[in-house]
């Protein structure tokens, strides 16, 4: 089960800090991600982070603006976004794919478990 939150309303240039709570199954072999779909639009990759071995993955429009990391003790999952413009505004998911192969952790589909989704809006 993967619980999103940390959303919100922030100003262009602002920051935020969205959480994934991570229960019920071990992660070590897992690829975490972040994805976001806007209005209207189809849900694309940010980010993604490998458990066991913490190396990280970006989108280029988000790459020097957001940072993921994961707290193993915690079981948590975090996207750190700076610097934010109107067209980060989208609904943010985080995700969990128990395959991590690397050619497909920016594709959806490759993830198995969802998180409900968190809003984030930022106002230019």
């Known amino acids: 089960q993967l619980q999103a939150y940390g959303g919100g309303l922030v100003q262009a240039r602002g920051s935020l800090r969205l959480s994934c709570a991570a229960s019920g199954r071990t992660l070590s072999s897992y690829v975490m991600g972040w994805f976001r779909q806007a209005p209207g639009k189809e849900r694309e990759f940010v980010a993604a982070v490998r458990w066991s071995a913490g190396t990280t993955y970006y989108t280029d429009s988000v790459k020097g603006r957001f940072t993921i990391s994961r707290d193993k003790t915690k079981n948590m999952v975090y996207l750190q976004m700076n610097s934010l413009k109107p067209e980060d505004t989208a609904v943010y998911y985080c995700?969990?794919?128990?395959?991590?192969?690397?050619?497909?952790?920016?594709?959806?589909?490759?993830?198995?478990?969802w998180g409900q989704g968190t809003l984030v809006t930022v106002s230019s």
């Open positions: 995700a969990a794919d128990p395959r991590s192969i690397l050619t497909t952790i920016g594709v959806p589909s490759s993830y198995d478990y």
